[in-house]
């Protein structure tokens, strides 16, 4: 017999309605406010020939690999339809709006599995967002190419990450009315809150969950909504990246309690829209997606213990808490904070 709360689980997959996956809708969809970055870059070699972003760092998969968690449906390949559209199942269930998924440019292969993606979100009701990466000889010019792009394939709103590190406020003001022509709305991942302002940007993110603690979140949306602009903060459960590359840097889970201290920040700061760190970056330890026990000389992290949750309810144990938090934001957001706000 399943536990209880993997059956609750399931009956939400169940009964909530999903999305015609060839009928596209005719209303426009309401702005998302809760988003999950969603990572399509992992290949095994039974479906792709070789294991992607699996085996860094020295990491021999299938068993031993980049991560210090297990994932419960083992390594897999994003380019595996039942696999995206059993997460895509997930991420609904667990009340996400929109991923924004990760995206390296036109001749990358997260670009050739997007069309994957957005079929399996779109029969889930799920809205696709692009978080367009500092991909190699990332530029204004190729980012305002890529842009428009993204947007013939009907993505309309993008997250971009390290968006003032490399390119000057003057080169995104010039490039701005033609990024938000169609109606796009374009955040910026910086703590640089009056530049991403200045440049035009619609709002702004965190991301980063190590860096950008919830004690922050009070005064990075108090700065964006006096300067007009979204605040999305970024919230997430833990980080260990220390398999995956090296790092020392360590955001303890805590049984679920640093996931619970982030969103009651988010919701406490008045977010527009909270962002998930992450359903599935394995590699920094920041995945959401079931997790659990493995059997063999590699010994990994569960989520066993959180929220009082053991066995196969604790593999799920963040997608039931990601569902209840973001219920309580939902209920706790006012319909006007949601949208672009006046420039």
């Known amino acids: 017999m399943r536990p209880l709360l993997l059956c609750a689980l399931l ?54 690999i980049a991560s210090a968690f297990y994932p419960a449906r083992g390594p897999y390949s994003s380019d595996s339809k039942p696999v995206v559209q059993a997460q895509m199942d997930e991420i609904r269930a667990a009340g996400i709006d929109e991923i924004a998924s ?107 969950i190590v860096t950008y603690g919830g004690n922050m979140f009070a005064r990075y949306c108090a700065e964006a909504h006096k300067l007009h602009l979204l605040c999305a903060p970024s919230v997430g459960p833990g980080y260990n990246a220390k398999r995956a590359d090296g790092d020392t840097h360590l955001k303890p889970r805590r049984d679920g309690g640093t996931y619970d201290a982030m969103w009651k920040a988010a919701i406490s700061a008045q977010a527009d829209a909270v962002t998930i760190t992450s359903f599935n970056e394995w590699h920094e330890g920041t995945q959401i997606e079931p997790a659990g026990p493995h059997r063999g000389s590699v010994r990994y992290q569960t989520y066993d213990g959180a929220w009082g949750l053991h066995g196969i309810d604790a593999e799920y144990a963040y997608l039931f808490r990601t569902r209840y938090w973001a219920d309580s934001f939902n209920s706790a957001v006012a319909p006007a904070q949601t949208g672009t706000r006046s420039k």
């Open 11 to 64: 009956l939400v997959l169940v009964v909530v309605p999903a999305s015609s996956a060839t009928t596209p809708s005719t209303t426009t969809p309401s702005p998302a406010r809760v988003i999950a970055f969603y990572y399509p870059w992992y290949g095994t070699t039974a479906t792709d020939g070789v294991y992607q972003h699996w085996g860094q760092n020295g990491h021999t998969p299938p068993n031993d």
């Open 102 to 208: 990760s995206w390296w440019g036109q001749s990358s292969q997260e670009n050739q599995r997007l069309p994957l993606v957005m079929a399996a979100a779109r029969r889930d009701g799920i809205q696709v967002a692009i978080h367009l990466e500092p991909y190699p000889n990332r530029t204004i010019q190729s980012i305002e190419t890529d842009v428009a792009y993204l947007k013939n394939l009907g993505i309309t709103s993008f997250f971009v990450y390290q968006a003032l590190e490399a390119i000057p406020v003057g080169q995104w003001q010039a490039v701005m009315p033609a990024l938000h022509a169609g109606g796009a709305t374009i955040y910026a991942q910086t703590s640089e809150i009056g530049a991403a302002a200045a440049a035009g940007f619609d709002g702004v993110y965190t991301y980063d």
